[in-house]
Nanobody, 124 residues
């Protein structure tokens, strides 16, 4: 069973950047499809980006396309979400999730393992 821990959140001004990390323990993360999700107050959790176990396929929500990049460092057993040109509407708790499967998984219900979340606040 894999355990996930997110880090890297914080307060940033509009237009700024943050890099979120999702560090795994208990298993080799390159066997897993990984997703990043976010949840703002009063809203449902939504998919932001995901990457297949083979790294061949990635997905980005339209709202973050061109600004966010998902990638992994297998040597560190970590998946990252690089977030650039941040906007106030990106403010949310960000979660990483994992499923031991091939292919992309875009939906919340498709993931078996979740981290505790990290807060991202974009404000001047």
């Amino acid at each position: 069973q894999v355990q996930l821990v997110e880090s890297g959140g914080g307060l940033v001004q509009p237009g700024g950047s943050l890099r979120l990390s999702c560090a795994a323990s208990g298993d080799t993360l390159d066997l897993y499809a990984i997703g990043w999700f976010r949840q703002a107050p009063g809203k449902e959790r939504e998919g932001v980006s995901c990457i297949s176990s083979s790294d061949i396929r990635t997905y980005y929500a339209d709202s973050v396309k061109g600004r966010f990049t998902i990638f992994r460092d297998n040597a560190k057993n970590t998946v990252y979400l690089q977030m650039n040109s941040l906007k106030p509407e990106d403010t949310a708790v960000y979660y990483c999730a994992a499923i031991k499967a091939r292919g992309l998984r875009v939906e919340v219900g498709q993931y078996d393992y979740w981290g505790q979340g990290t807060q991202v606040t974009v404000s001047s």
